[in-house]
């Protein structure tokens, strides 16, 4: 998993609710059995039309907007338990997505794959909007070690983090390097439980 | 200390705590498939490693495979590569593979129960977020991602936060032509997809004891719809009666020394949960979906709300309805009956029940999919095939199909398809596709007429 320590960069505004797995990634693209080029479809049938052409209004078909900071509105991430939303979001170029709230497991695949899911509250999350909207140059920050969320001009959230995903995040480990380690508990505890 | 049934079966699996209070956690069963599993095994071969209990690792081919003509190859070049990984890894890797054709293939969550696999008191996990179908039986089972899927098939465990502990309970008696679909889905529209985030539910009630395995699964189901982790039944004689007998299920003497354990699996009566709701029976009707989201649900009589949200506009917007308008009366075009939320034996008996001497509607297509290659059997032995074939309907060979449109199960852009799967995102069900999701009753009433009608009107 790749690391991630600090981060400044303009953010992408995508002001809608209740975004699920299968507007981040359709089904239909799921064929793929490696984790690479799921960018490619990443919001596919809001960024694409029927033949393929952009269309034109979508966020990410917006020049103005850039950046590896991606700012949606609640409850990002609900529906299916796909990784390969997050592998879309990352493929893309997004490192840290900034909501009001997140679908659990989107937010534990999330943080499986080297994202950072910041959760701030409603207020906050339009305060970001609208400046954003004001100027979509921006620049935020992420100090991750810190926990802050700021930028240049007086913006600056303190945000939440499990301290275990924390510090896979800022090490880049993953759960399973844990526990390949905890083999001889795992076998024990089969053989008090008579598995 | 008093403890709840979520606490009884977690507090039995924990390996270890560790930091930041999350435990490592055993996991009993872990089913596999084809979509969610290729970058596990990848990963497990860039590690050098193997799957760690086999015997507890089971395989199918469900989520996109076609459902006609399964005898052939599969036709589209990328389905059919991801189905022989997954044939590729199971020998490879020495797990056993319900492939297509098999007969025990079918959807994760059909197949669990069915064959006996799923039981009170385990823990149990899939990559798919409707693994929570298997808490119906007192387990306590979820939905994963891949990261994860190789955590469980290279060391059986997890590392897991506890969720929160959420009572529903609905007490009552259902009316005539409402089923647990309808229970379900009236849940998730009162409490939004949303609602339960960080919680694991546990359904309680008579509204719920009184109900069949089958019915409760479909709740269970419907759980990870309102955000909640999972969602479980306490085990009772229903429970038990179902899995006699079943395959992965011990008989004799063993089973009678099962069923003694899991009578102790229920929650303390001065347990105490995070949170309790109450809800009564009496006021759920049959329901329908007018949004994009499984919480957008209203009864068959009401008109869809309005609301100012840009959200809620660009969702009514998606599927041509407006604010104020019933969906009773609605023409659609297209008629699903499948998916893990209602395609297992009683859903197909349901239907054929009330289907038998009627036929569907000229302008409407009817795809009726079992949820496994065993249901398939079964409909047919009983002579359900006939009665559906006699309707109009036409009986598919078990999958997702058009629960997530993966293969060539679509309803084409624009048009109305009534669905007894579980979500109506946009472009769920294939690209620009409008789906109504309800009940099989209501569905097969709207195959008949050709547009969506009060099921209870039939049977009055
Ligand atoms: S039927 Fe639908 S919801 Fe169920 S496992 Fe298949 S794709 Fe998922």
Same mark, same amino acid.
């Given at each position: 998993?790749e690391k991630?320590?600090?981060?400044?960069?303009?953010?992408?505004?995508?002001?809608?609710?209740?975004?699920?797995?299968?507007?981040?990634?359709?089904?239909? *693209?799921?064929? =793929?059995? @490696?984790? %690479?080029g799921?960018g490619?479809? &990443?919001?596919?049938?809001?960024?694409?039309?029927?033949?393929?052409?952009?269309?034109?209004?979508?966020?990410?078909?917006?020049?103005?907007?850039?950046?590896?900071?991606?700012?949606?509105?609640r409850? *990002?991430?609900? =529906?299916? @338990?796909? %990784?390969?939303?997050?592998?879309? &979001?990352?493929?893309y170029?997004?490192?840290?997505?900034?909501?009001?709230?997140f679908?659990?497991?989107?937010k534990?695949?999330?943080?499986?794959?080297g994202?950072?899911?910041?959760t701030?509250?409603d207020?906050?999350?339009?305060?970001?909007?609208?400046?954003?909207?004001?100027?979509?140059?921006?620049?935020?920050?992420?100090?991750l070690?810190n926990?802050v969320?700021?930028d240049?001009?007086g913006?600056s959230?303190?945000?939440?983090?499990?301290?275990?995903?924390?510090?896979?995040?800022?090490?880049?480990y993953?759960d399973i390097?844990?526990l390949?380690?905890?083999?001889e508990?795992?076998?024990?505890?089969?053989?008090?439980?008579?598995? | 200390?008093?403890?709840t049934?979520?606490?009884k079966?977690w507090d039995?699996?924990?390996?270890?705590?560790?930091?930041g209070?999350?435990?490592?956690?055993?996991?009993?069963n872990?089913?596999?498939?084809?979509?969610t599993s290729?970058?596990?095994?990848a990963?497990?071969?860039a590690?050098?490693?193997g799957?760690?209990?086999?015997?507890?690792?089971?395989?199918?081919a469900?989520?996109?495979?076609?459902?006609?003509?399964?005898?052939?190859?599969?036709?589209?070049?990328l389905?059919?590569?991801?189905?022989?990984t997954l044939?590729?890894?199971?020998?490879?890797?020495?797990?056993?593979?319900?492939?297509?054709?098999?007969?025990?293939?079918?959807?994760?969550?059909?197949?669990g129960?069915?064959?006996?696999?799923?039981q009170p008191?385990?823990?149990?996990v899939?990559?798919?977020?409707?693994?929570?179908?298997?808490?119906?039986?007192?387990?306590?089972?979820?939905?994963?991602?891949?990261?994860q899927v190789?955590?469980?098939l290279?060391?059986?465990?997890?590392?897991?936060?506890?969720?929160?502990?959420?009572?529903?309970t609905?007490?009552?008696?259902?009316?005539?032509g409402?089923?647990?679909?309808?229970?379900?889905l009236y849940?998730?529209?009162?409490?939004?997809?949303?609602?339960?985030?960080?919680?694991?539910?546990?359904?309680?009630?008579t509204a719920?004891?009184s109900?069949?395995?089958?019915?409760?699964?479909?709740?269970?189901?419907?759980?990870?719809?309102?955000?909640?982790?999972?969602?479980?039944?306490?085990?009772?004689?229903?429970?038990?009666e179902?899995?006699r007998g079943?395959?992965?299920v011990?008989?004799?003497?063993a089973?009678?020394?099962?069923?003694?354990?899991?009578?102790?699996?229920?929650t303390?009566?001065?347990?105490?949960?995070?949170?309790?709701?109450?809800?009564?029976?009496?006021?759920?009707s049959?329901?329908?979906?007018?949004?994009?989201?499984?919480?957008?649900?209203?009864?068959?009589?009401?008109?869809?709300?309005?609301?100012?949200?840009?959200?809620?506009?660009?969702?009514?917007?998606y599927?041509?309805l407006?604010?104020?308008?019933?969906?009773?009366?609605?023409?659609?075009q297209?008629v699903?009956?499948?998916?893990?939320?209602?395609?297992?034996?009683?859903?197909?008996?349901?239907?054929?029940?009330?289907?038998?001497?009627?036929?569907?509607?000229?302008?409407?297509?009817v795809?009726?999919?079992p949820?496994?290659?065993?249901?398939?059997?079964?409909a047919?032995?009983?002579g359900l095939?006939?009665?559906?074939?006699?309707?109009?309907?036409?009986?598919?060979?078990?999958?997702?199909?058009?629960?997530?449109g993966?293969?060539?199960d679509?309803?084409?852009?624009?048009?109305?398809?009534?669905?007894?799967?579980?979500?109506?995102?946009?472009?769920r069900?294939?690209?620009?596709?409008?789906?109504?999701?309800?009940?099989?009753?209501?569905?097969?009433?709207?195959?008949?007429?050709?547009?969506i009608v009060?099921?209870?009107?039939?049977?009055?």
């Amino acid at each position: 998993m790749e690391k991630l320590n600090q981060l400044s960069s303009s953010a992408v505004p995508l002001p809608i609710e209740d975004i699920d797995t299968d507007q981040i990634i359709p089904a239909r *693209f799921l064929k =793929g059995i @490696s984790k %690479e080029g799921f960018g490619e479809n &990443l919001f596919r049938d809001w960024r694409y039309d029927k033949s393929d052409k952009e269309i034109e209004g979508f966020v990410l078909n917006n020049k103005i907007y850039q950046g590896q900071i991606l700012v949606a509105g609640r409850n *990002f991430g609900c =529906g299916s @338990s796909r %990784e390969h939303a997050a592998w879309a &979001l990352g493929d893309y170029g997004f490192r840290v997505v900034v909501s009001s709230f997140f679908a659990d497991i989107f937010k534990g695949n999330a943080l499986n794959n080297g994202i950072l899911p910041i959760t701030v509250s409603d207020a906050q999350l339009d305060r970001i909007f609208r400046k954003i909207e004001e100027n979509p140059e921006t620049v935020f920050s992420v100090d991750l070690p810190n926990q802050v969320l700021f930028d240049s001009a007086g913006i600056s959230i303190q945000f939440e983090i499990d301290a275990y995903k924390k510090e896979c995040l800022l090490n880049g480990y993953d759960d399973i390097d844990y526990l390949l380690n905890m083999k001889e508990d795992i076998t024990a505890f089969e053989q008090k439980q008579n598995v | 200390m008093a403890k709840t049934l979520f606490d009884k079966i977690w507090d039995a699996h924990v390996v270890k705590e560790i930091a930041g209070g999350r435990e490592v956690i055993y996991i009993d069963n872990h089913f596999i498939h084809e979509v969610t599993s290729p970058q596990a095994f990848a990963g497990m071969k860039a590690r050098g490693i193997g799957v760690f209990r086999k015997s507890q690792t089971h395989a199918t081919a469900d989520h996109n495979v076609p459902t006609k003509d399964q005898h052939l190859p599969i036709q589209e070049a990328l389905s059919r590569k991801q189905v022989d990984t997954l044939i590729e890894n199971c020998k490879e890797f020495g797990v056993e593979l319900y492939g297509l054709g098999h007969e025990k293939q079918g959807i994760v969550h059909v197949i669990g129960p069915e064959l006996g696999i799923t039981q009170p008191g385990k823990t149990m996990v899939c990559g798919d977020s409707h693994t929570s179908t298997h808490g119906a039986f007192g387990a306590i089972a979820f939905g994963i991602g891949t990261s994860q899927v190789e955590q469980v098939l290279s060391t059986q465990c997890l590392i897991l936060k506890k969720p929160k502990r959420l009572r529903i309970t609905v007490d009552g008696e259902l009316q005539t032509g409402v089923s647990s679909k309808d229970i379900i889905l009236y849940l998730i529209s009162k409490l939004g997809v949303g609602g339960c985030t960080g919680y694991f539910v546990e359904y309680a009630g008579t509204a719920i004891t009184s109900l069949s395995m089958e019915a409760r699964m479909t709740i269970c189901n419907m759980s990870i719809e309102m955000g909640a982790r999972g969602g479980l039944i306490a085990p009772d004689e229903t429970t038990y009666e179902y899995l006699r007998g079943r395959e992965f299920v011990p008989a004799g003497p063993a089973f009678d020394e099962k069923v003694a354990q899991w009578k102790s699996l229920a929650t303390d009566a001065d347990a105490v949960f995070d949170k309790e709701l109450e809800f009564s029976a009496h006021n759920i009707s049959p329901m329908v979906t007018y949004g994009t989201n499984p919480g957008m649900g209203i009864g068959i009589a009401e008109g869809i709300p309005d609301q100012e949200s840009d959200s809620f506009k660009k969702s009514l917007a998606y599927m041509d309805l407006r604010s104020g308008e019933k969906l009773e009366g609605k023409v659609i075009q297209h008629v699903f009956i499948g998916s893990c939320t209602n395609s297992r034996i009683e859903d197909l008996r349901q239907v054929a029940d009330f289907v038998e001497g009627k036929i569907k509607s000229p302008d409407v297509q009817v795809m009726i999919v079992p949820g496994s290659k065993k249901v398939e059997q079964q409909a047919k032995e009983e002579g359900l095939d006939k009665i559906f074939e006699a309707a109009g309907f036409e009986l598919r060979q078990p999958g997702c199909s058009a629960c997530l449109g993966m293969n060539e199960d679509k309803i084409p852009s624009g048009e109305y398809c009534i669905s007894t799967s579980n979500r109506n995102f946009e472009g769920r069900q294939g690209p620009g596709a409008r789906t109504i999701l309800a009940s099989p009753l209501m569905a097969a009433a709207a195959a008949i007429e050709g547009k969506i009608v009060d099921v209870r009107k039939f049977l009055n």
